[in-house]
């Protein structure tokens, strides 16, 4: 069974300040996406990667870096986080195409005081 | 605009009656999925289609492409289904979610 990992799973962070979300695949795959998700907006894409190296802005990049410093891990960073980014984020890995479908992560929630 | 419409935004279903959700889109999607979050907030695929229909026991989905549009059937509701589901549609290597459904199944 696909396996997706983040990390933390919870986090309270002070406005202005850095936050890092992790988050980790042990299945292979090349594509790795970052989503939050907000009451009446279901998941909305911020970053996704191809592989290592990669990085492409998603529907609402705004605010937020991503990293993919190797095949296993992509990060989501808040550089100056700010209360409306207070969200549930999830880390999603999959090669779509075929009959492949996309494996989620138990997600983050990230509140911004 | 949304890229993925998706109708209605909550239900109310009585036990052992039948229903469906529906999703527009205004991206050329090539696949569809549809996904049950869970009280826990965890995301379960319910199904992958590409144009065409499936079935899983009580849920039929569908996926038109020519017209952009996929629908969930779900015959006999039971207490167990109520959670809010949800439509993706992929174009390329990217899914595209809607807003979701809340369903609320009541005895």
């Known amino acids: 069974e696909a396996a997706v990992t983040q990390s933390p799973r919870n986090k309270v962070a002070v406005t202005g300040g850095k936050v890092t979300l992790s988050c980790n695949q042990t299945?292979?795959?090349?594509?790795m996406y970052w989503y939050r998700q907000d009451t009446g907006h279901g998941l909305r894409l911020i970053h996704y990667?191809?592989?290592?190296?990669?990085?492409e802005k998603g529907d609402i990049p705004d605010g937020y870096k991503a990293s993919r410093p190797s095949q296993e891990n992509f990060s989501l960073i808040l550089e100056l986080a700010t209360p409306s980014q207070t969200s549930v984020y999830f880390c999603?890995?999959?090669?779509?195409?075929?009959?492949?479908?996309?494996?989620f992560g138990a997600g983050t929630r990230l509140s911004v005081l | 605009g949304d890229k993925v419409k998706q109708s209605p935004s909550a239900l109310s279903l009585q036990e052992g009656t039948n229903s469906a959700l529906r999703c527009n889109f205004s991206?050329?999607?090539?696949?569809v999925q549809w996904f049950l979050q869970n009280p826990r907030g965890s995301l379960i695929n319910l199904f992958y289609?590409?144009?065409g229909t499936k079935e899983n026991g009580r849920l039929k989905s569908a996926f038109d492409s020519k017209e952009s549009y996929s629908t969930l059937h779900i015959r006999d509701a039971q207490l167990e289904d109520s959670g809010t589901y949800f439509c993706?549609?992929?174009?390329?290597?990217?899914?595209?979610f809607g807003s979701g459904t809340k369903l609320t199944v009541e005895p």
């Open positions: 990667s191809y592989g290592a190296g990669s990085t």
């Open positions: 991206i050329a999607a090539t696949t």
């Open positions: 999603a890995s999959g090669e779509l195409g075929g009959q492949n479908t996309l494996y």
């Open positions: 299945n292979n795959h090349n594509n």
């Open positions: 993706a549609g992929s174009n390329y290597n990217v899914l595209y």
């Open positions: 289609l590409v144009p």
